[in-house]
């Protein structure tokens, strides 16, 4: 808390010296508890100058997924308001279930910098190298049934799509349900749990995987990172936060049953209706040309004997 309070003060002088003794009586602290708890601050990564007569000067923000920097200024009412962080974890669903198991409230976000067994849909595994990408977790009690849940992903999916174009300037589209792809390569994941018994939803788990400043090197073939794409580093804290209140307020749009607006925005950011596609479900595989999203989030694929079939999950590849 004293180390926010620090923060603040220095953030809110608009990059100019703070005196020791402004900090001292801001914290309520001596002169050298100050300098103790600055020393402590550049040890995580800030990059405070101190200088004998002018005071303190904060240079640089460490880019670290630290829960005072992402809720530093973010917009939401709920989404993020408790940040829980890790260096390294195994995988941040995996906590998060089990947080959420325990009763942790809706809206805390689990984040990490890297994940040792980070698992994507299927039973895939998602490559999360340290520092490179930004992986969370977002723990949801929707008052709504199991069923719907699906709902969530393209709400998601859009959240996902519309803070790389924010942030970056790229063009990066959906491929449904929930991959989100920069020049046909992928770039984000989205992997969605939850635990119900019977029509009682408990709570969801939206997780989701971006790719942001990790080296190509680092991923899959089919894979990309935004650094990769635009030829620089952007930071993972602002995209985190724009994250956030992107599906924050997409989250409400589904709650408030507004879903027809996710549904539409999910159109305008894919570029895959109209394409021919291979459709990957777990007991057959097959082929047509995706034509909707149905009101439900289901996919509307004509295959080649006109028939019309509602897809609810599997893998899609576009053969174009
Ligand atoms: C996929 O496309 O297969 C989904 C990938 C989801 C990856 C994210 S990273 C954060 C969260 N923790 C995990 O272990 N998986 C999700």
């Given at each position: 808390?004293?180390?926010?309070e ?13 005196s ?37 000067r904060?240079?640089?923000?460490p ?8 809720k530093?200024?973010?917009?939401t ?75 969530l992903?393209?709400?998601?999916s859009?959240?996902?799509a ?45 997780g ?73 479900l777990?007991n ?27 897809i609810?999950?599997?893998?899609v590849r576009?053969?174009?």
């Amino acid at each position: 808390m004293i180390d926010e309070e620090i923060l603040l003060v220095l953030k809110s002088s608009n990059d100019g010296y703070v005196s020791g003794e402004e900090l001292s009586k801001t914290a309520g602290l001596s002169r050298a508890a100050i300098w103790k708890r600055v020393e402590s601050l550049r040890n995580e990564g800030y990059d405070i100058e101190a200088s004998p007569h002018l005071g303190y000067r904060l240079l640089g923000v460490p880019d670290s997924l630290i829960p005072s920097e992402i809720k530093w200024s973010l917009k939401t009412r709920t989404l993020g308001r408790e940040v829980i962080s890790y260096k390294k974890i195994d995988s941040t669903n995996t906590a998060a279930y089990d947080m959420a198991k325990k009763g942790i409230k809706e809206g805390v976000v689990v984040v990490a910098d890297e994940q040792t067994k980070g698992r994507g849909r299927l039973g895939r595994t998602w490559a999360s190298p340290a520092r490179g990408g930004v992986y969370l977790s977002c723990i949801l009690r929707p008052a709504m049934s199991p069923g719907e849940v699906p709902k969530l992903t393209l709400a998601a999916s859009i959240s996902v799509a519309k803070t790389i174009r924010e942030v970056s300037g790229l063009t990066a589209v959906i491929k449904w349900p929930n991959d989100v792809l920069i020049n046909s390569k992928k770039v984000s994941g989205i992997l969605l749990e939850m635990k119900a018994e019977q029509d009682r939803l408990d709570f969801v788990i939206i997780g989701i995987g971006i790719n942001v400043n990790t080296p190509l090197k680092l991923l899959p073939k089919i894979g990309t990172s935004i650094a990769g794409e635009l030829g620089e580093e952007i930071s993972r804290i602002k995209l985190t936060q724009v994250l956030l209140e992107n599906l924050e307020a997409n989250y409400r749009l589904v709650t408030n049953g507004d879903f027809s607006k996710v549904i539409d925005e999910w159109k305008d950011l894919t570029d895959m209706l109209g394409s021919r596609i291979r459709i990957t479900l777990p007991n057959r595989e097959f082929e047509g040309q995706a034509i909707d999203v149905d009101s439900d989030g289901t996919l509307l694929v004509r295959l080649d004997n006109g028939f019309i079939e509602k897809i609810f999950s599997g893998d899609v590849r576009l053969l174009r």
